[in-house]
C-alpha cells in the first residue's frame, strides 16, 4: 500500500513536472515567435522585426529555432542547410526561369 502511494506522488509529480515544462516551452516558444513576421508572399519564409531574414518557416514552427536560410545561386532564392527546402522571395517567381517553366 506504501508502495502504491509512493509510486502515485512520483507519477504525480512527473505528469505535473511534464506540464509545466511543456507550458515553459510553449511560453518561450510564443515569445520567440513573436520577434517574427510570417509572409506567406515570400514562400512562407519569417522575417524577424528589425528586418533580417530570411528564415526558414519550418524551422520555427517545427523545430522552434532559427535557423537564417542560405542564398542559393539565384537572386531571390533561399534553402534551409537543415530541411533542404527552398524559399522564392516575392518577385522572384516572375523570374526568367519561371516563365520559361510555365510554358505548355
Ligand atoms: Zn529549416
Given at each position: 500500500m506504501a508502495e502504491t502511494?509512493?509510486?502515485?506522488?512520483?507519477?504525480g509529480l512527473r505528469l505535473v513536472g511534464d506540464y509545466f515544462r511543456k507550458l515553459y516551452e510553449?511560453?518561450?516558444?510564443?515569445?520567440?515567435?513573436?520577434?517574427?513576421?510570417?509572409?506567406?508572399?515570400?514562400?512562407?519564409?519569417?522575417?524577424?522585426?528589425?528586418?533580417?531574414?530570411?528564415?526558414?518557416?519550418?524551422?520555427?514552427d517545427v523545430d522552434h529555432r532559427v535557423t537564417?536560410?542560405?542564398g542559393g545561386a539565384t537572386r531571390g532564392v533561399y534553402s534551409c542547410p537543415l530541411?533542404?527546402?527552398?524559399?522564392?522571395?516575392?518577385?522572384?517567381r516572375e523570374g526568367p526561369t519561371t516563365m520559361y517553366l510555365r510554358r505548355p
Open positions: 502511494a509512493k509510486w502515485a506522488v512520483e507519477n510553449n511560453w518561450t516558444f510564443e515569445k520567440l515567435r513573436r520577434e517574427f513576421i510570417y509572409s506567406k508572399e515570400d514562400d512562407g519564409a519569417y522575417w524577424r522585426k528589425d528586418g533580417t531574414g530570411p528564415y526558414c518557416g519550418t524551422c520555427l537564417l536560410p542560405v530541411h533542404d527546402t527552398t524559399h522564392w522571395m516575392r518577385g522572384t
